[in-house]
Structure formats: C-alpha cells, structure tokens
C-alpha cells in the first residue's frame, strides 16, 4: 500500500529538501561448511576437522538528517541490531545470541544523478553495545556484554518519487574494534575486522521522507 501510494507522485529533485527522516533494513544470512583433512597420509580419521557454522543478523536503523547543501546531507541515526550464530562439531555446540543498541553518524554525498535515480558515498561512524549469552556443553549457558566501535564507506543508489526515496546498498567496506567480556571473564577480550560486501551476500535497502 505504501509503495502503491508514492507511486501516485513524481520525481522531485533532493535541492528543494531540507530535513530527512528514514530508516534502514539490512539482513545478512550465512551458512558454512568445512572439513579439514591433514596432509599427513598417515593420519587416520579421527583426525579429520569437520563442522558446520552458520550466522544470522539483522539491523535496524532510523535516522534523521539535515540538508547542508544541494549535494550532501549529515545525519543521526539509532541501531538495533539482533544477531545468532552457530557453530557445531561431532563431539560440541555453540550457539552465540545478542541484542544490541547503538548510535552513529553519517555523511551522503551525492555523486551521480540520472532522471529519478542518484548514486552517493557515505562514510558513517558507529558505536553498539550488546547484550546476550553463550549456549555451550559446559556451562551451559554464559551471560556476555561487548561494545563494538565501527567505521565505514558504502555505495547507494536511490530512487525519488515525490519527496520519498526508495535507496539500497551496492558495496561498502567496514572496519570495526570489538570489545567482549563474558561472565566468567577478568577482562575484556579484543578483536578488529575488516570487511568488504556487496548486495549480493548483505542486502541493505531503506525509505526515507523528506520535508
């Protein structure tokens, strides 16, 4: 009903705008399979590696951002983000689930506009903490709290009808710092990753109103 709706519009161009409000949907679903089998041709079966991981996450961020020129645009937005992953071995399971809550800033520059149909840029900075517990044999289940510090560059494309805009993400690079401390840790445990995808492996796609 919606997308019937602001279909009834026509394009419009983003320099008479000044204020957005949107919000941001992205999924990513992943499922992995490995089996390592040692070089050593006098390794018996017991010493081949085998299990199954997979990883599910969703995020949810709506946002509101000012005009600052015909060009380009600075916001804020708020982050949920739900995550689980699995990994299972012959003889373990592990299951790791979370809650998060964040917020971040962001800057789109407009870099290509065709009729109704534009590309931008946009870096954005992040800051989320979690909440969640680990499922394991032993103990069963673990109670964690980790913060997660983000930064990245993405490619959009969007579609304006009226004062809506239809986008969705084509690429984006990620570099993220985490920090994890579960229960039964003294201290926290730090990781980083850099990461790079496309809409093919983590579908992003938003709606935003502008006045």
């Known amino acids: 009903m919606l ?28 499922n992995n399979s490995v089996e390592a089998i040692p070089a050593d041709p006098n390794a018996t ?19 509101v951002a000012k005009q600052i020129n015909s060009n380009s645009m600075i916001g804020l937005r708020l982050q949920y983000a739900r995550e689980v992953s699995t990994t299972d071995r012959e003889l373990s399971f592990y299951k790791n689930s979370s809650n998060g809550f964040g917020i971040g800033f962001f800057y789109r520059q407009y870099i290509y506009e065709l009729q109704s149909f534009s590309f931008f840029l946009q870096p954005s900075a992040n800051i989320l903490h979690s909440i969640g517990k680990t499922e394991r044999d032993a103990p069963a289940v673990e109670d964690f709290k980790s913060n997660d510090y983000s930064a990245g560059l993405s490619l959009n494309v969007s579609y304006s009808i009226d004062k809506w805009n239809l986008f969705a993400s084509l690429i984006a690079a990620n570099y993220s710092h985490n920090k994890h401390r579960s229960a039964s840790q003294e201290s926290a445990t730090t990781n980083t990753n850099l990461s790079l995808s496309t809409a093919l492996s983590n579908f992003r796609f938003g709606i935003e109103k502008r006045f």
């Open 3 to 30: 997308f019937l709706s602001i279909a009834l519009g026509q394009a419009q161009d983003i320099k008479t705008s000044k204020f957005i409000l949107g919000g941001s949907f992205s999924i990513h679903n992943g």
């Open 45 to 63: 079966f017991s010493n081949v590696s085998e299990y199954e991981s997979s990883r599910f996450s969703i995020n949810f961020n709506p946002y």
